[in-house]
């Protein structure tokens, strides 16, 4: 075995009485996966996750707590309290789509998972500085019940379509994939957000005639916008901060905005990726109980 791992290759044994195959190369694993459709399965789940779960809808869990607290004002724990919809529904959702999945197979699930995930997307988009937080609530409820086919049925396709001898290949590919997947949309839906602030901060500074700032300014004020905080001070004159916070708020929204349209969009992608998808029909499926 030793001597294997050297060469780069991996003992591979069968379970339930299944004849082993042999040493397969990293090489011959990734063949194997792709000619049992698992390419265009961890596709899926790169998409899934780039688009809405975990970090990769960071815009609802992360960005939007943000947007409560600072940009409305409430405290930790009401802004936790609001994202709890979002929660609730995929605690409740996941054993329904489960159960649906085992039923209907993956697709229509998935198709529907991700349609209504993009749905909620671009609801929250739409919403700016002015809205009350209460208006967020039914966009959590729709993105939690549209993550959970998702989340379930991703797995299913993943794990379902490998050999048994392949399960835990496949699991780590899974796994990997929504880590690459998470990194990903936290990247490309910050730079967006991050971008737009840095096009809107500026204008919209100086179209209100506020005090002309020095470049280590303007960079501490992106700073303080990006996370929905309005750069001011306690010695800020009341008028002018009032003033700022407005703009400061608007442009926060305005990157939201963008990210969020890009989720969707990506969520999009990620239904008609899923029209890929088939229901498991390896030995794996059995063994992890899918």
């Known amino acids: ?54 970090r990769a809808y960071c815009l609802a869990g992360a960005r939007r707590p943000l947007n409560l607290e600072n ?3 409430l405290d930790p724990i009401a802004a936790g309290v609001h994202l709890l919809p979002m929660t609730a529904m995929l605690i409740i959702g996941s054993p329904i789509a489960a159960a649906v ?27 700016g500085a002015t809205a009350s937080p209460n208006d967020t609530i039914a966009w959590f409820v ?34 990997t994939a929504m880590q690459l997947g998470g990194a990903l949309g936290t990247a490309v839906l910050g730079a967006v957000m991050s971008a737009k602030i840095t096009a809107v901060l500026p204008a919209s500074w100086h179209a209100a005639h506020l005090p ?23 010695s800020t004159p009341p008028q002018l901060a009032a003033q700022i916070t407005r703009i400061s708020h608007a442009t926060f929204a305005a990157g939201m905005h963008d990210a969020f ?29 899918l």
């Open 1 to 54: 075995m030793q001597a294997e791992a050297e060469q780069g290759h991996l003992p591979v044994v069968a379970g339930d009485g299944a004849q082993p195959r042999g040493p397969v190369g990293v090489g011959g694993i990734r063949l194997e996966l792709r000619e049992h459709g698992l390419g265009d399965a961890v596709g899926q789940r790169r998409l899934v996750t780039l688009g809405p779960p975990d």
């Open 71 to 73: 940009v409305h004002g």
């Open 101 to 127: 999945i085992g039923k209907l197979g993956p697709r229509t699930p998935l198709v529907a998972g991700m349609g209504l995930a993009a749905v909620a997307m671009l609801g929250l988009s739409r919403l």
């Open 142 to 175: 729709l993105l939690g019940l549209g993550l959970s086919p998702v989340m379930v049925g991703a797995t299913n396709v993943i794990v379902g379509n490998a050999p048994a001898e392949l399960a835990g290949v496949a699991g780590g590919l899974q796994s």
């Open 212 to 234: 002309a700032l020095s470049a280590a300014q303007l960079a501490g004020a992106k700073s303080a916008v990006s996370v929905g905080a309005a750069p001011i001070t306690s």
């Open 261 to 289: 349209l890009v989720a969707a969009a990506v969520a999009f992608a990620g239904a008609v990726v899923a029209l890929l998808a088939k229901r498991g029909n390896g030995t794996a499926a059995a063994h992890a109980g």
